[in-house]
């Protein structure tokens, strides 16, 4: 499995852009001040977020799959997809979320949390 490495600025809001199969993909990471909370957003390049969740320790990203702007009749086919995809995701990096998560807590500068989640790579 390869790796793909995101040089994160210490912003409150960044966009990703990254190719998986031929096929681009966003991920957004938002600071919300209101909630003091770290929000994540994946969809297929400039169209609307499919999955949008508020990170939280021990947050279950499957519970937060948005469906809504799926046609109804592939729910199903997307959600199995999605689910297998997500629990492959976290199954191999859980150690990288579990310590992004924890940095997000504490409210460190986002190049502490790039800089956490590459030494947990490494370790």
Request: neutral net charge; hydrophobic residues 40%.
């Amino acid at each position: 499995m390869a790796f793909v490495t995101l040089q994160i600025p210490d912003a409150p809001d960044v966009v990703f852009t990254c190719v998986l199969d031929n096929a681009a993909y966003d991920l957004r990471l938002h600071w919300n001040g209101r909630d003091q909370a770290w929000y994540l957003f994946l969809g297929k390049q400039n169209t609307e977020y499919v999955f949008k969740t508020k990170i939280t320790t021990n947050s279950d990203l499957l519970i937060s799959l948005n469906l809504s702007q799926l046609p109804q009749a592939i729910y199903p086919q997307k959600e199995r997809w999605a689910l297998v995809q997500a629990k492959n995701l976290l199954e191999s990096h859980r150690a990288e979320y579990d310590a992004l998560v924890q940095a997000m807590i504490q409210r460190l500068p986002v190049a502490d949390c790039c800089r956490i989640i590459q030494e947990k790579q490494h370790s």
